[in-house]
RNA sequence: CGGGGCGUAGCGCAGUCUGGUAGCGCGCACGGUUCGGGACCGUGAAGUCGAAGGUUCAAAUCCUUUCGCCCCGACCA
């Protein structure tokens, strides 16, 4: 391809808007464009690097049996009010009428449309395993875009969808995606874990994420040097560091400090927040208990975390069901005290749920009178809880399953893996009979990668001060051939005879031929982020050399323009087994 | 949904507080000199100041409404 012919529009200047380093790259190198909020035009540099990823997709899916289709985006409400995601799902979906005044919506995930076609097409087990998946657009109206390519209300991505006849069978295709995710993820270059995550509005039991490391990251994952427990911190387990019970407890005690006297009732007058208090009474924030009013579909409950921790919604609310937080006057109605003064005692019948931190020890907290704080409150003593982890992990806090203290990373979820069940087979009637010619349901899976995540992952994980970096097998080209000083005609057809034979060689080349200065060319050619570049200047090529260079460490082999040609042509075809990455 | 910020030339921004000729850099066009890390000189084109309404002799600037975009949080009693 020649640079001069294609539309690839670098600036210098981005908006101050732009804060993912991704994000600033791909509109500085001239990659996309936005059209409106989450809206993105793919321009052609990044829509041969979508096109490069989607190969692999296909690739790694046809590999493990997986059958491309292609599923319509525009969809009736019929089979969402049947699985009840209709209602479930509020603003986050597209919603329309068609001109007969059908309720319609714009597809944000496929497992409706698949189930229904399943439930259509097998009726036998001998029919399964079966796999479909497909890559297209799909459709959210996301309450806050954001990050560029990264959080967007119209995307692509490569979903699929496994059809079983038994739990068995679900987990080889379970299995067969996970190790194809590794497969495609690896050879993208990116550096990623796997780990447990929430199932959320997927529904099913087992679900896991795969996420790439990065700041520009959305998620929190819980990692574990020792033993690899690696999980999001919306579900991960974690053992607060035990530091805390201050004074030590006595052999056989419960951990109150011989300088503590139960019940004690301190004056904390309008010492709210634990901050508060605790600079009041010099005390740490792990001394306190903090309880939180919540309502849930079955009437009140208390939460109650350690003070320096905090409750993590989402667990408590696989314990509780959805729930909200307590204005301030229903605290009133319901506890009889002004919130900030609350403490776990004397709540009758309350549903209290605590987190287990507090099991052991005693601790300071509201005593649910106003502009008093009571100490030495001990649970099991002066309070009944049942017994969660509901707090959120942090770093330092010990690894559930080993003990050693885990370290906390944000990353980007670039495919997610879900066991579903059976929830929307049977929603939609999706039975096959069994060799006992009994009915029975699909027993599903599905599975998703955001191909614009992997790009934008790349690009966090691999760039410096002066642009892009590809992972080679990414890359939207394999190599970019630089002219320099155009003005020499042997120049420029020496660049232009390795830019042929690259190309019937089957290597990717990008030609700079544009009439600049080599300043420009050279600023371009980084930022745009070809992992390769042959430099073809007037001087060395004298000598018979021109310049091969890596963009990423920046080492330049002067060589011949035939070396120049066998080494790339060695290079692409050796990159293409392995991606090097985590 | 809540809070904050920003809309001025194709792009990036100043000007708004304190009303009075709309500016800078980049880019673009033309001419010349340059030509291995975003060259220089000269000339030039280009703006309904997001939109609507209002105040005023006079509005980018003050007031009201509205649209759009970005960021933070979704609360921790």
Same mark, same amino acid.
């Given at each position: 391809?020649?640079?001069s012919?294609?539309?690839v529009?670098?600036?210098?200047?981005?908006?101050?808007?732009?804060?993912?380093?991704?994000?600033?790259?791909?509109?500085r *190198?001239?990659y996309v464009?936005?059209?409106a909020?989450?809206?993105?035009?793919?321009?052609?540099?990044?829509?041969?690097v979508?096109?490069?990823?989607?190969?692999?997709?296909?690739?790694e899916m046809?590999?493990i049996?997986?059958?491309?289709?292609?599923?319509?985006?525009?969809q009736?409400?019929e089979q969402?009010q049947?699985?009840?995601?209709?209602?479930?799902?509020?603003?986050?979906m597209?919603?329309?009428?068609d001109r007969?005044?059908?309720?319609?919506?714009?597809? +944000?995930?496929?497992?409706e449309?698949?189930t229904w076609?399943a439930?259509? !097409?097998?009726?036998?087990?001998?029919? %399964?395993?079966?796999?479909?998946?497909?890559?297209?657009?799909?459709?959210?109206?996301?309450?806050?875009p954001?990050s560029?390519i990264?959080?967007t209300?119209?995307?692509l991505?490569?979903?699929s969808?496994?059809f079983?006849?038994?739990? !068995?069978?679900?987990?080889?295709s379970? @299995?067969?995606?996970e190790?194809a995710?590794h497969r495609?993820f690896?050879r993208?270059?990116?550096?990623?874990?796997?780990?447990?995550?929430?199932?959320? +509005? %997927?529904?099913?039991?087992? *679900?896991?994420?795969f996420? *790439?490391?990065? =700041?520009a990251?959305e998620d929190?994952?819980?990692?574990?040097a020792s033993c690899?427990?690696q999980s999001?911190?919306?579900?991960?387990?974690?053992?607060?560091?035990?530091?805390v019970?201050?004074?030590?407890?006595?052999?056989g005690?419960?951990?109150i400090?011989?300088? =503590?006297?139960?019940?004690?009732?301190?004056?904390?007058?309008?010492?709210?927040?634990i901050e508060?208090?605790?600079?009041f009474l010099?005390?740490r924030?792990?001394r306190?208990?903090?309880s939180i009013l919540?309502i849930?579909?079955?009437?009140p409950?208390?939460?109650?975390?350690?003070?320096?921790q905090?409750l993590?919604? @989402?667990k408590l609310q696989?314990?509780?069901?959805p729930?909200?937080?307590a204005?301030k006057?229903?605290?009133?109605d319901?506890?009889?005290v002004?919130?900030?003064f609350?403490?776990p005692m004397?709540?009758?019948?309350m549903?209290i749920i605590?987190?287990?931190?507090?099991r052991?020890g005693?601790?300071?907290t509201?005593a649910n009178?106003?502009h008093?704080?009571?100490?030495?409150?001990?649970?099991?003593?002066?309070?009944?809880?049942a017994?969660h982890?509901?707090h959120?992990?942090?770093?330092?806090?010990?690894?559930p399953k080993?003990?050693?203290?885990v370290?906390i990373?944000?990353?980007?979820?670039?495919?997610?893996?879900?066991?579903?069940?059976?929830?929307?087979?049977?929603a939609?009637?999706?039975?096959?009979?069994?060799?006992?010619?009994e009915e029975?349901?699909?027993?599903?899976?599905?599975?998703?990668?955001g191909?614009a995540?992997?790009?934008?992952?790349?690009?966090?994980q691999?760039h410096?001060?002066?642009?892009?970096?590809?992972?080679?097998?990414?890359?939207?080209?394999?190599?970019?051939?630089i002219p320099?000083?155009a003005?020499?005609?042997?120049?420029?057809?020496a660049?232009?005879?390795?830019?042929?034979?690259?190309?019937?060689?089957?290597?990717?080349a990008?030609?700079?031929?544009r009439?600049?200065?080599?300043?420009?060319?050279?600023?371009?050619a980084?930022?745009?982020g070809i992992?390769?570049?042959?430099i073809?200047?007037?001087?060395?090529?004298?000598?018979?050399?021109?310049?091969? @260079?890596?963009?990423?460490?920046? !080492?330049?082999?002067?060589?011949?323009?035939?070396?120049?040609?066998?080494?790339?042509?060695?290079?692409i075809s050796?990159?293409c087994e392995?991606?090097?990455?985590?």
């Open positions: 391809m020649r640079l012919k294609m539309l529009p670098t600036v210098r200047e981005v908006p101050s808007e732009a804060v993912a380093e991704s994000h600033k790259l791909m509109l *190198a001239g464009r936005q059209l909020a989450g809206l993105y035009i793919y321009l052609p540099l990044a829509w041969r979508m096109t490069r990823i989607n190969r692999i997709l296909r690739e046809d590999s049996g997986a059958q491309e289709v292609s599923m319509p985006v525009l009736p409400a969402w049947q699985t009840g995601r209709w209602s479930d799902i509020k603003e986050e597209f919603r329309l009428k007969g005044g059908r309720d319609m919506c714009l597809g +944000m995930t496929h497992e449309i698949m076609l439930s259509r !097409e097998i009726r036998s087990y001998k029919q %399964m395993p079966q796999m479909w998946y497909q890559i297209q657009t799909k459709l959210r109206d996301e309450a806050r954001k560029g990264l959080r209300r119209e995307f991505m490569k979903d969808y496994s079983d006849s038994s739990v !068995e069978g679900l987990q080889r379970y @299995k067969l995606h190790d995710y495609i690896t993208c270059g990116l550096k990623f874990y796997q780990v447990e995550s929430d199932t959320g +509005m %997927m529904g099913g039991s087992v *679900a896991h994420e996420m *790439a490391v990065s =700041e990251g929190e994952i819980v990692l574990c690899g427990y999001n911190v919306e579900i991960a387990g974690s053992v607060p560091s035990s530091a019970i201050d004074p030590p407890a006595p052999e005690g419960n951990g400090g011989e300088n =503590e006297k139960t019940g004690e009732e301190v004056h904390t007058p309008d010492k709210r927040t508060e208090v605790s600079r010099k005390e924030p792990e306190f208990m903090k919540l849930a579909g079955d009437g409950v208390l939460a109650i975390v350690r003070g320096d905090q993590h919604e @989402k696989r314990v509780i069901g729930f909200r937080t204005n006057q229903e605290i009133k319901i506890l009889g002004e919130a900030g609350i403490g004397g709540h009758g019948d549903s605590a987190d287990p931190a507090l052991v005693s601790y300071i509201g009178k106003p008093y704080h009571r100490r030495g409150v001990t649970a099991g003593v002066d309070f009944k809880a017994w982890d509901i959120v992990a942090r770093e330092g806090d010990l690894c080993c003990g050693s203290p370290k990373e944000k990353a980007i979820e670039i495919g997610n893996i879900f066991q579903l069940g059976t929830k929307y087979s049977q939609l009637h999706a039975f096959f009979l069994d060799e006992a010619g029975k349901p699909i027993i599903m899976g599905s599975y998703g990668i191909p995540r992997i790009a934008a992952a790349a690009i966090e691999n410096d001060k002066d642009g892009i970096i590809w992972p080679g097998n990414i890359a939207p080209f394999d190599v970019e051939v320099i000083s003005d020499e005609p042997e120049v420029e057809a660049a232009r005879r390795i830019y042929e034979e690259l190309a019937a060689a089957g290597v990717e990008l030609i700079d031929d009439d600049l200065r080599a300043g420009v060319k050279f600023k371009d980084d930022l745009i992992p390769r570049q042959v073809v200047g007037g001087r060395n090529l004298k000598e018979g050399l021109v310049e091969l @260079k890596d963009r990423r460490t920046r !080492e330049i082999r002067k060589v011949s323009p035939q070396e120049a040609v066998a080494i790339l042509k060695e290079g050796s990159a392995s991606g090097g990455g985590a």
